[in-house]
């Protein structure tokens, strides 16, 4: 906010403001590349969030809209992995032959990136974690990370 900026700010602020410009700007630099095609979508018919927020006409010419619900999408996919994440290796971790069997599948794998994680270790290695999905899809059936809205009303009795 402009009007802010002649308080002092401490260098936390300061810090946090640079890395949401740089962010956005990221952001704006990703749109920018769509828009002259030089970035593609990775599904075939730019069906990704991306892709749709440019091909609807009422976000049309309004880029920052565009970045904030980017950024919303992002916060929420974050969020909701962070709780899938921690609700599966809970589980996990209450059996131990479960956990047993999942350490046994991933470690090697693991074992083989841990030089650089973020570099080496691609969708390609994460799809031989067959049982560790098992127990991630189990998770998320044993509890959802959101929410569940829905009721169930009968009108009249039933015997389930």
Known sequence: MPSLIRYPLKSFCRRYSRNV???????QDIIEERRAGYSKSS?????????????LDSYQGDDERIKDELIIFFLAGNETIRASSANTVCYVSQNPEIKAKYLAEITPVLNEFSDNF??????????????????????????SP???SVSSCFSKTVRI
């Open 21 to 27: 410009k740089a962010f956005r700007q990221a952001l």
């Open 43 to 55: 599904f075939d018919d730019d069906s990704d969030l991306l892709g749709i927020l440019l091909s």
């Open 118 to 143: 973020v570099e080496n270790l691609s969708m390609e290695s994460v799809e031989q974690f067959v049982y560790a999905k098992s127990c991630w899809h189990e998770s998320m059936r044993m509890q």
């Open 146 to 148: 959101t929410p569940n």
